[in-house]
């Protein structure tokens, strides 16, 4: 039962980040996008990382997704057709990333076939990940709340020219 | 899989929800109608009068009427999102009652062996709720949120600068009282000390008292939020006709314009039932604590969920009779200068009472 859905989720993750970059409309690469983060929610979920799943589809489905919408919408941008030559460059970068980030991804998988008792263990529960991240995380977990600060001081600097 | 797990896992949840479903087609068509007489009462009229007797099959004739008339596609629109979006709006609205408890855990099915085959079906104890998620509450939060991506879209694919603007506005209007919603809440989860619905009836149990005694400004901002992300009057903004023709669904017609009704009308019991839920007891009956009173729990939980739940809808339709629209920049304004600031104070002063008081109950 779990792998079939392992399946079904993982599939529809597939094809939706395949659909991202294949369509030349923009809003159809972000709809892909949701459909994306939702089946990767999907996926937590069978990983007992329910809090982790919500979190994720409200965060980036929910609230990231519809601003992306939303800007989407206020430019209506073309659909894109030189867009794809001024970018040619870019692939000389592009390639040796991609396959950089496959090894990566490869070699994490290799090391970590062997422990299949990860999954029973993972702390998923909202009580365990706030636990963690005030203890043993809390350097990074202040860290990046500074960061978030500061990027919400720097939009509100961009919107408003004189304060 | 045995046949317990496929009980428990499938065949309960299966009949829970075409019972559910087909209960909420029903109060949604009688909303409506409620609606129309309660506003033409308010306005000294008589509202639909014609089918049946006092207008009581209206929502019938009106279902028909709306399967029935042409739909219409304008030719410029974006042919698969506008068809996507009710859809979209539609099933956020309707998988969200799958963690909203109507009932306490007390449906007691007994044991019994079905004849011929000799199998032994355990006795079991279910509850008036589908599932019971330890993170239920976010999961609302999670499921409505996809819900407004409908409304962007189809304001979108019509491609009609009506509905763009009424979607526009409705994005912006509802990612803002998100937030202030979810700040507005979080006192509630402090008390209660869980994040499943369940749960936090149940700690109202315990505790004595609705939440609604212990944290009323956090009930306020719940509802006033609740229904600006309804898009209901006085914050319907993104349909409003005197400016906007229709706002969102101007373009659509018959069956899909009726999905975006049906998903309306569902996000607002949804609404009524959450702030029941988390503040007004749920399915516990009034002062549960008081022994004296024991005669009110007679009444089975689910028909005083019932109960609280048109109290609150009736609110909203008081609401939309009693009080012009605000402007689009009052809007913003309430939410962002006088919401928010009051539901981070409200946390604040929540966080302090409850370590001073001694931890979560």
Not at chain 1, 128 to 143: C, H, K, M, N, Q
Request: charged residues 10%.
């Amino acid at each position: 039962m779990i792998e079939a859905l392992f399946f079904l989720f993982a599939a529809m993750a597939v094809g939706a980040a395949i659909n991202v970059l294949v369509q030349k409309h923009v809003l159809y690469s972000a709809l892909s996008l949701i459909v994306l983060l939702v089946s990767m929610s999907g996926l937590f979920i069978l990983l007992n990382a329910d809090f982790l799943a919500v979190i994720n589809v409200i965060v980036y489905a929910g609230a990231i997704m519809v601003l992306f919408v939303f800007v989407i919408m206020l430019l209506n941008l073309p659909e894109d057709e030189d867009g794809a030559d001024r970018m040619r460059w870019l692939k000389f970068l592009g390639i040796p990333m991609g396959l950089f980030l496959l090894f990566m991804i490869l070699a994490t998988l290799w090391n970590a076939g062997a422990d299949a008792g990860v999954q029973a263990q993972m702390p998923g529960s909202p009580e365990a990940i706030g636990r963690s991240l005030f203890t043993d995380y809390l350097l990074p977990f202040e860290v990046t709340s500074l960061l978030i600060l500061i990027a919400l001081m720097g939009a509100v600097v961009f919107a408003k020219k004189e304060l | 899989m045995n046949l317990d797990s496929f009980i428990d896992w499938i065949l309960l949840p299966l009949i829970k929800i075409g019972i559910l479903f087909g209960l909420l087609s029903l109060v949604i068509a009688y909303l409506t109608l409620l609606e129309r007489k309660i506003i033409a009462f308010m306005q000294v009229r008589l509202g639909p009068m014609r089918v049946g007797p006092h207008g009581l099959l209206q929502p019938i004739a009106d279902g028909i009427k709306l399967m029935l008339k042409e739909d219409i596609v304008p030719s410029r629109a974006d042919k698969i999102v506008f068809t996507l979006a009710p859809v979209i709006t539609l099933i956020p609205a309707f998988i969200v009652f799958a963690v909203i408890p109507f009932g306490p855990r007390s449906i007691h099915i007994p044991g019994f062996t079905i004849p011929g085959l000799n199998v032994q079906v355990a006795e079991r104890t279910t509850g008036f709720f589908i599932t019971d998620l330890n993170i239920g509450l976010l999961y609302v939060l999670a499921v409505s949120s996809i819900g407004i991506l409908g409304i962007i879209l189809g304001g979108w694919a019509s491609n009609s600068k009506y509905p763009l603007l009424g979607a526009l506005r409705s994005a912006a209007q509802m990612v803002s009282y998100e937030v202030a919603l979810g700040f507005s809440i979080m006192g509630v989860l402090m008390m209660a000390g869980t994040l499943s619905l369940v749960e936090i009836v149940n700690a109202q149990k315990n505790a004595g008292a609705w939440y609604v005694f212990l944290q009323p400004v956090g009930f306020i901002l719940f509802f006033i939020c609740g229904v600006a992300e309804t898009n209901r009057a006085p914050f319907d903004l993104p349909e409003a006709e005197s400016e906007l023709v229709a706002g969102f669904h101007t373009e659509y017609s018959g069956f899909r314009f009726s999905l975006f009704f049906l998903a309306e009308y569902a996000a607002m019991i949804v609404v009524s039932s959450m702030a029941v839920t988390l503040f007004w007891g749920g399915w516990l009956r009034p002062f549960p604590n008081i022994a004296a009173l024991g005669f009110l729990g007679l009444v089975p939980g689910f028909l005083w969920f019932a109960l609280k739940v048109l109290v609150f809808l009736y609110f909203y339709l008081w609401f939309r009779a009693s009080w012009p629209r605000y402007r689009y920049d009052q809007l913003m304004k309430i939410g962002w200068q006088v919401l928010m600031p009051i539901a981070i104070a409200n946390v604040i002063v929540t966080a302090v009472l409850v370590l001073w008081l001694g931890g979560s109950r």
